[in-house]
Each structure stands twice: as structure tokens, then as C-alpha cells.
């Protein structure tokens, strides 16, 4: 394996260099890469086996490659042996935090136990050459934070549609005790039946016209699908029989 990270992306820059406009290589190209081959990406395996500090890790060659130009990239491209996919590839390096760089580059997203290991992890992250974006570099505690503001949200949200069915409620009582009495003196009857706003929480409703002094005697649909109550003064709702109603 090169010996240094520096010598990595030296040789990955110099590579680009020695390639003409049309990106294949220059003919004097050759006798300078005696310590590199060039497999095309159809010979490379599929997974790369990494020894990092002693961890042990099997990764798919294009997670590694995620970031063209980043030392893992061009350390599996292919072009130094030990990328080749025969051997395992030793990195000296902290195994752990490793295993968190991998999840970083295949989720794009990653979450530490706190301030400490997130300044560890991209420290190890600008080592490798990887562009990190540290608000994707979350600390557990803040998820926890975000996690229960969300679950705060919801239930202000749950909160909200409940009194958005109450104010609903209070506006259509008021609505039906405004025309009761002229309903009840055009209709001659002990009840009457009242259209409905479509979607009213009938119990709510049913409470709400009980402090206006109004029962409802039963809840119906027309055939036409709108909504409907017949309603009565609640001195008169025991001489009402449901029966009635229908």
C-alpha cells in the first residue's frame, strides 16, 4: 500500500495530469506507473476487504468510491495493487470512527454520542478527503431534542384539530338556535329537521345545542347525503318518541 495519504492523492492528481483532452492516457504515461495497474472496472470485485486499526471491514468498492478524488477513492480505484480486491487492505487508522465514516457515505447522514466524537469524526472524514457536511453530522442528544419537539408538534397539531372541531361545533349551534324558532313556527311541529354542515362532530354539537336550551332527538341523513338533526326544545323532548323523529 502507498506509504502516505499525501502520496495517495499526489499520484490521483498527477494520473488526471498525464491524461490528454480526451481523458485517455499520454503515451509516456506507462513507464511512469510501475508501481500502479489498471484494471477496468469490470475486473475490479465488487467488495473491498479493509483491516483499519485492526477492525475488520467488507464494503462495496462504490460506497468507497463515493467521493471521486478522496483517498479511499483512489485507493480502491484500482490503480495501486492493494485496491485490486486479492488482499485485504491495511489502514492505519481508528476502526470505530471508520465504521462511522462508512456510514456517512452510504447514508449521507450519521449520528455520534456527543461533541467529542463528532469533531473526531471529521477530523477522520477531512483525513480521507471527504467533503463533510456537519449538519448531517448529528449528535445524539440533539436528535433526541429534534425527536421530542416532533412528538410536541404532533400533539399541539392533534390539540389544534380538536379545537378546530369545537369552534365548528359552537359555530353550527349557534347557526340552528338562530332559525329554531322560525323553523318551528313555519313547520307547526314539536321538532324540527335541521340540515347540517357535513363533517360536524355530532357529540360536540349535541352538547353545545344543550346549553342553547335545544335536544337533539336523533341525527339522520338525506338521500342526498347531507347531514340532518331533528331538534326541540329540551322542556319537549320527552314528549318526542324517537319513532317520531324518522
Excluded at 470485485?45 to 479493509?50: C, D, N, Q
Excluded at 408538534?153 to 353550527?172: C, T, V
Excluded at 340552528?176 to 318551528?184: E, P, Y
Aim: hydrophobic share 35%; glycine share 6%.
Amino acid at each position: 500500500m502507498p506509504n502516505t495519504r499525501r502520496e495517495l492523492l499526489r499520484a490521483n492528481n498527477l494520473r488526471r495530469s498525464k491524461r490528454n483532452a480526451d481523458g485517455q492516457p499520454k503515451q509516456d504515461d506507462a513507464s511512469s506507473r510501475a508501481n500502479t495497474i489498471s484494471p477496468t472496472n469490470d475486473q475490479l470485485p465488487a467488495t473491498v476487504r479493509l483491516n483499519v486499526g485492526g477492525t475488520h471491514y467488507q464494503v462495496a468498492r462504490d460506497t468507497l468510491m463515493r467521493y471521486e478524488g478522496s483517498m479511499l477513492a483512489t485507493l480502491v480505484s484500482g490503480n495501486w495493487r492493494e485496491g485490486d480486491g486479492r488482499e485485504e487492505i491495511f489502514v492505519d487508522r481508528d476502526g470505530k470512527l471508520f465504521g462511522l465514516v462508512l456510514t456517512y457515505l452510504r447514508c449521507f447522514r450519521v449520528y455520534v454520542s456527543d461533541f467529542a466524537e463528532q469533531a473526531a469524526l471529521k477530523a477522520e472524514l477531512d483525513y480521507f478527503g471527504i467533503d463533510v457536511d456537519l449538519s448531517k453530522v448529528m449528535v445524539k442528544d440533539d436528535f433526541a431534542t429534534i425527536h421530542e419537539l416532533s412528538n410536541e408538534n404532533k400533539n399541539y397539531e392533534r390539540l389544534i384539530e380538536a379545537n378546530k372541531k369545537k369552534i365548528a361545533a359552537i359555530q353550527e349551534s349557534y347557526r340552528i338556535a338562530g332559525s329554531f324558532s322560525r323553523l318551528i313556527e313555519k313547520h307547526d311541529r314539536l321538532y324540527v329537521r335541521h340540515c347540517l354542515t357535513n363533517g360536524i362532530d355530532r357529540e360536540l354539537l349535541r352538547n353545545c345545542l344543550l346549553s342553547r336550551g335545544l335536544y337533539v332527538v336523533a341525527f339522520s341523513q338525506r338521500e342526498s347525503g347531507q347531514d340532518a338533526a331533528d331538534i326541540c326544545v329540551v322542556s319537549m323532548k320527552d314528549k318526542i318518541r324517537p319513532a317520531s323523529a324518522n
